[in-house]
């Protein structure tokens, strides 16, 4: 048999979850994932479906998708991971961006919606092989961005986990562009190094980003000094956007989370959620300390707890 | 050159220049390589179960069979995806190919932190042995990075294997080890503004049984202790196999004069890190190494 086959299912005994190899069709092209599914003998009838991190396989950035994953099919959800076209075990290879583009390219692909077929494909397979007729889709970074473009259109979406989620297309943000309040808090960052002997080693050792100090600075004098305003910071993601409104339309729950250390975080607040005047259509929550991927323990426990108590607050008939 | 890279321009012209009316998702993906048979399975060790794909030929097996050695860790994480393609190429080109993910890493069961050099060794002969039952054949061992050195391991310990390629593997362990703590210090600076703790705290904390993080890896003191312990100038001296060994640095002597090696450097991207750009086909180490798969160099224990 040509193509992907699938392997046989395993028990795991820590997680008390059934994980399943298994494989689907998207536009001819055929997407490996990992089923997941509770020990329990029915499935839940609602399914989670977990989205690729950017260029990262179906187990996520240091596995987050596989400690998710086995920590809510242990809670009664069956949760599928799966790769799309063009990355882990998938078929499927990017024929665009042409090979040495910036790989801001390819994230730009995958903002615009890339992976929108590949997940409606993950969603009716999760349907199809379980009991759940409703589905989360869950996401961190560009997956975030690829769960809101399926998230609006496909009807069995109830709900959409965004983590980290860019709100300005990646091709877009740079040293020139980056948002004032992050400038301004580079700035003081620099200007309370002056004082560290460390700083100055840097500097003059050739370690320091001479790029970034010459960009933070030149746009702390424009904008301090001579006044000048930044008006493409207002370009936010227009096809997410679109998402955006079409999910917030249909009624479907809507998490975003963010780590406090993240710049992404930065622009969300300070372009994104000021358009909603404190009342946004949204749950948002934000991780103290942490960075764009959760590496410590601590921050990855509690990114895990607050996930499990909104999962439990929208599906109450799920038992956690 | 080598079909492999002609396929791969080939392919992404046609779907470059793919009609107006046809869908953008379409055109924004295609196929590398002919479709080969892959077949997911669990493998089962003393320690758990790991998950393992073969990629076998279309028509005839013509060339060795390969087992992949990944990288390790975050390492492991941006190199999947390129050798995922590696081996669909050399099975394209006739190789029965085994992937397999590491305990605690990938789809591989058990958790990162609680795993060691012993049991990447015991990972790496489970590998060989599957490989050997379904192929019939002594497997070939492409290793990569620190997968490379793990197989240069293998081979001092006497693992039954027909050849060996080495893709930049990590011929300093202590260096390795040193780059992997400066993450944790790094990390350190940009959450606590201050670094709490050098390289040198993390190994005493490591050793008394604390879990160092590296961008979310645990590393358990006894896997650092294993790494520092290496001695892998006495593994490459008693080399005695047919070996590839290809690196984006200059090879040592050690290495370069031992006649059962074959030593090239070349400039591939690295394709362990974090990508900066986009990337559409495997690495230039793929090129070499299908044309040494093709010789018979591997097959006879040939020197330089």
Same mark, same amino acid.
């Given at each position: 048999?040509?193509?992907?086959?699938?392997?046989?299912?395993?028990?795991?005994?820590?997680?008390?979850?059934?994980?399943?190899?298994?494989?689907?069709?998207?536009?001819?092209?055929?997407?490996?994932?990992?089923?997941?599914?509770?020990?329990?003998?029915?499935?839940?009838?609602?399914?989670? *479906?977990?989205?690729?991190?950017?260029?990262?396989?179906?187990?996520?950035?240091?596995?987050?998708?596989?400690?998710?994953?086995?920590? %809510?099919?242990? +809670?009664?959800?069956?949760?599928?991971?799966?790769?799309?076209?063009?990355?882990?075990?998938?078929?499927?290879? %990017?024929?665009?961006?042409?090979?040495?583009?910036?790989?801001?390219?390819?994230?730009?692909?995958?903002?615009?919606? $890339?992976? =929108?077929?590949?997940?409606? &494909?993950?969603?009716?397979?999760?349907?199809?092989?379980?009991?759940?007729?409703?589905?989360?889709?869950?996401?961190?970074?560009?997956?975030?961005?690829?769960?809101?473009? &399926?998230?609006?259109?496909?009807?069995?979406?109830?709900?959409?986990?965004?983590?980290?989620?860019?709100?300005?297309? #990646?091709?877009?943000?740079?040293?020139?562009?980056?948002? &004032?309040?992050?400038?301004?808090?580079?700035?003081?960052?620099?200007?309370?190094?002056?004082?560290?002997?460390?700083?100055?080693?840097?500097?003059?050792?050739?370690?320091?980003?001479?790029?970034?100090?010459?960009?933070?600075? @030149?746009?702390?004098?424009?904008?301090?000094?001579?006044?000048?305003?930044?008006?493409?910071?207002?370009?936010?993601?227009?096809?997410?956007?679109?998402?955006?409104?079409?999910?917030?339309?249909?009624?479907?729950?809507?998490?975003? *989370?963010?780590?406090?250390?993240?710049?992404? %975080? *930065?622009?969300?607040?300070?372009?994104?959620?000021?358009?909603?005047?404190?009342?946004?259509?949204?749950?948002?929550?934000?991780?103290?300390?942490?960075?764009? =991927?959760? =590496?410590?323990?601590? #921050?990855?426990?509690?990114?895990?707890?607050?996930?499990?108590?909104?999962?439990?607050?929208?599906?109450?008939?799920?038992?956690? | 050159?080598?079909?492999?890279?002609?396929?791969?321009?080939? @392919?992404?012209?046609?779907?470059?220049?793919?009609?107006?009316?046809?869908?953008?998702?379409?055109?924004?993906? =295609?196929?590398?390589?002919?479709?080969?048979?892959?077949?997911?399975?669990?493998?089962?060790?003393?320690?758990?179960?790991?998950?393992?794909?073969?990629?076998?030929?279309?028509?005839?097996?013509?060339?060795?069979?390969?087992?992949?050695?990944?990288?390790?860790?975050?390492?492991?994480? #941006?190199? $999947?995806?390129?050798?995922?393609?590696?081996?669909?190429?050399?099975?394209?080109?006739?190789?029965?190919?085994?992937?397999?993910?590491?305990?605690?890493?990938?789809?591989?069961?058990?958790?990162?932190?609680?795993? /060691?050099?012993?049991?990447?060794?015991?990972?790496?002969?489970?590998?060989?042995?599957?490989?050997?039952?379904? @192929?019939?054949?002594?497997?070939? *061992?492409?290793?990569?990075?620190?997968?490379? /050195?793990?197989?240069?391991? &293998?081979?001092?310990?006497?693992?039954?294997?027909?050849?060996?390629?080495?893709?930049?593997?990590?011929?300093?362990?202590?260096?390795?080890?040193?780059?992997?703590? +400066?993450?944790?210090?790094?990390?350190?600076?940009?959450?606590?503004?201050?670094?709490?703790?050098?390289? @040198?705290?993390?190994?005493?904390? $490591?050793?008394?049984?604390?879990?160092?993080?590296?961008?979310?890896?645990?590393?358990?003191?006894?896997?650092?202790?294993?790494?520092?312990?290496?001695?892998?100038?006495?593994?490459?001296?008693?080399?005695?196999?047919?070996?590839?060994?290809?690196?984006?640095?200059?090879?040592?002597?050690?290495?370069?004069?031992?006649?059962?090696?074959?030593?090239?450097?070349?400039?591939?991207?690295?394709?362990?890190?974090?990508?900066?750009?986009?990337?559409?086909?495997?690495?230039?180490?793929?090129?070499?190494?299908?044309? #040494?798969?093709?010789?018979? +160099?591997?097959? +006879?224990?040939?020197?330089?």
């Amino acid at each position: 048999m040509a193509g992907l086959g699938s392997a046989r299912s395993r028990y795991d005994e820590v997680s008390r979850t059934v994980q399943e190899t298994v494989s689907f069709s998207c536009e001819g092209y055929e997407l490996r994932g990992s089923l997941h599914r509770p020990a329990a003998p029915e499935d839940g009838d609602t399914a989670i *479906v977990i989205l690729n991190q950017g260029p990262l396989d179906r187990s996520g950035a240091h596995r987050l998708s596989v400690k998710c994953a086995r920590r %809510w099919a242990a +809670r009664g959800f069956p949760v599928l991971r799966f790769d799309a076209r063009g990355v882990g075990d998938s078929e499927g290879d %990017w024929a665009i961006p042409e090979n040495g583009a910036p790989i801001k390219m390819l994230y730009q692909n995958i903002e615009e919606g $890339a992976w =929108t077929l590949d997940t409606r &494909a993950a969603i009716d397979h999760v349907c199809a092989a379980t009991s759940a007729r409703n589905v989360v889709l869950a996401g961190v970074c560009g997956g975030a961005v690829s769960a809101l473009h &399926a998230a609006a259109e496909h009807p069995a979406v109830v709900a959409v986990i965004m983590v980290g989620m860019p709100v300005r297309p #990646w091709a877009a943000i740079g040293i020139d562009s980056i948002v &004032a309040s992050q400038v301004e808090h580079e700035a003081k960052g620099y200007v309370k190094k002056l004082g560290k002997w460390y700083a100055w080693r840097r500097f003059f050792t050739g370690e320091s980003d001479y790029r970034v100090l010459w960009g933070i600075g @030149s746009r702390y004098v424009r904008e301090r000094v001579f006044g000048a305003s930044n008006d493409p910071l207002k370009s936010l993601n227009a096809s997410m956007l679109r998402s955006f409104r079409a999910v917030q339309g249909s009624g479907k729950r809507m998490l975003f *989370v963010f780590p406090e250390n993240d710049y992404l %975080w *930065v622009e969300f607040r300070d372009l994104f959620l000021p358009t909603f005047n404190d009342r946004p259509p949204f749950d948002l929550h934000i991780i103290p300390g942490a960075n764009h =991927t959760f =590496t410590e323990v601590a #921050w990855q426990e509690q990114l895990f707890s607050l996930l499990e108590h909104w999962l439990q607050s929208q599906m109450p008939a799920v038992r956690l | 050159m080598l079909e492999a890279i002609e396929i791969g321009r080939r @392919s992404i012209a046609r779907a470059a220049g793919a009609p107006q009316d046809q869908s953008e998702q379409d055109r924004m993906f =295609t196929r590398l390589y002919d479709k080969v048979r892959e077949t997911p399975m669990w493998l089962s060790t003393a320690n758990g179960d790991l998950y393992a794909v073969e990629y076998a030929p279309q028509g005839t097996v013509s060339r060795p069979p390969v087992v992949i050695a990944a990288p390790d860790g975050e390492e492991r994480a #941006w190199a $999947a995806r390129t050798l995922v393609q590696v081996a669909r190429a050399l099975a394209h080109y006739g190789s029965m190919v085994y992937r397999f993910d590491h305990l605690g890493q990938g789809e591989s069961e058990g958790n990162y932190e609680a795993t /060691t050099w012993s049991s990447r060794e015991a990972d790496l002969d489970a590998a060989l042995q599957m490989a050997q039952r379904h @192929s019939g054949q002594t497997p070939i *061992v492409l290793g990569v990075r620190l997968g490379g /050195t793990l197989a240069l391991a &293998a081979v001092k310990r006497g693992t039954p294997m027909a050849g060996l390629v080495v893709w930049e593997p990590v011929v300093d362990p202590a260096q390795y080890v040193h780059q992997l703590l +400066r993450v944790n210090v790094s990390t350190q600076m940009v959450a606590l503004g201050r670094i709490e703790r050098d390289r @040198s705290d993390l190994i005493a904390d $490591a050793r008394s049984g604390g879990v160092i993080s590296v961008n979310g890896f645990g590393l358990s003191g006894p896997f650092i202790d294993a790494l520092l312990a290496l001695d892998l100038d006495s593994k490459i001296g008693q080399l005695s196999i047919p070996t590839l060994w290809l690196s984006t640095l200059s090879v040592d002597q050690t290495v370069t004069s031992n006649p059962s090696v074959v030593a090239k450097r070349a400039s591939t991207f690295p394709f362990w890190k974090e990508p900066k750009s986009h990337r559409s086909g495997p690495p230039s180490f793929l090129a070499e190494t299908v044309e #040494w798969l093709a010789s018979d +160099r591997h097959g +006879r224990g040939m020197t330089k």
